[in-house]
């Protein structure tokens, strides 16, 4: 479905046959900023794809010329939730995102379920992603796939760490399970990173902050239009916590896509960042 607002144009799109990217791809077909020719999604159909939906055979639904809805209820993979995603185009250059998770009144639940999403990037030529750590911008570069990928929330309470998170010493590089499951050593202060590609910045922002992780690939995107390069891929993941049957849980996102003021990048991402924090206050949890 095609959608259009302020500077930006998307297509969203289900799992069937229909998109180039098949049954692996529901989510961003296409992001498309009107000062940038190129998607900023490998293929230009690999943008914000919930592990949730993809290849379960969503139902995409139409709410009106700027947002679009994907939804599966339960099936064999998740027996006892149903996933909402809902894409919203917002000038002048946003993407807002709420993913909605209900729970079935008969469910017996985990007392952590994971829900993470993918985001092939289309060839930058900076693979890192930036964010700010004990109040100082820093980046992330990671140089081979499944090393030293994951950034954790600062000030991170065990109760809130995931069975992996809390391994030490030797242990925290044994039986990792995925890039996801990597330590990077770094972690956010606040759950938003950014990244630059085709003169444009890209910019994620969540809602909550200690059951936010990101972590990136430097090959995770596959091929690169550049010669002798592979493109990265830049996803997270969301933890829920003690879900309970018959209770729903919300985690709001925005994505920016916007051309770079170069002189003053910092301030400009803060600025944005500023703003989605007001519009959609930080959790400390969800």
């Given at each position: 479905m095609f959608l259009r607002a302020g500077d930006l144009s998307a297509i969203v799109g289900d799992d069937t046959v229909r998109g180039r990217g098949g049954p692996k791809y529901s989510g961003l077909w296409s992001l498309v900023h009107d000062s940038s020719p190129a998607s900023p999604f490998q293929g230009a159909y690999a943008g914000l794809i919930a592990s949730a939906h993809r290849g379960t055979g969503p139902t995409l639904e139409r709410l009106d010329g700027q947002s679009a809805r994907l939804v599966r209820g339960p099936c064999d993979r998740n027996p006892h939730t149903t996933v909402r995603g809902t894409y919203r185009l917002v000038a002048p250059h946003y993407v807002d995102y709420t993913y909605q998770v209900e729970f079935t009144s008969d469910a017996t639940l985990p007392e952590c379920q994971r829900h993470g999403w993918c985001s092939y990037m289309n060839s930058p030529l900076d693979s890192s992603i930036h964010f700010i750590e004990d109040e100082h911008w820093t980046c992330l570069t990671p140089l081979v796939h499944g090393e030293g990928a994951t950034v954790l929330p600062t000030g991170l309470d065990d109760d809130r760490r995931h069975d992996w998170e809390r391994r030490t010493g030797a242990e925290r590089f044994a039986q990792q399970r995925g890039f996801p499951e990597s330590f990077?050593?770094?972690?956010?202060?606040?759950?938003?990173?950014?990244?630059?590609?085709?003169?444009?910045?890209?910019?994620?922002?969540?809602?909550?902050?200690?059951?936010?992780?990101?972590?990136?690939?430097?090959?995770?995107?596959?091929?690169?239009?550049?010669?002798?390069?592979?493109?990265?891929?830049?996803?997270?993941?969301?933890?829920?916590?003690?879900?309970?049957?018959?209770?729903?849980?919300?985690?709001?996102?925005?994505?920016?896509?916007?051309?770079?003021?170069?002189?003053?990048?910092?301030?400009?991402?803060?600025?944005?960042?500023?703003?989605?924090?007001e519009a959609f206050p930080t959790r400390s949890s969800s």
């Open positions: 990077s050593g770094k972690s956010f202060d606040y759950p938003f990173y950014y990244g630059q590609l085709h003169g444009l910045v890209y910019l994620l922002m969540a809602d909550v902050h200690s059951d936010f992780r990101f972590f990136i690939s430097p090959s995770g995107g596959g091929y690169s239009a550049i010669p002798g390069r592979t493109s990265p891929a830049w996803d997270f993941e969301w933890l829920i916590w003690n879900p309970e049957p018959g209770q729903t849980r919300t985690l709001n996102l925005r994505l920016a896509l916007f051309p770079p003021c170069k002189s003053a990048l910092p301030q400009q991402v803060w600025a944005e960042w500023t703003a989605f924090s």
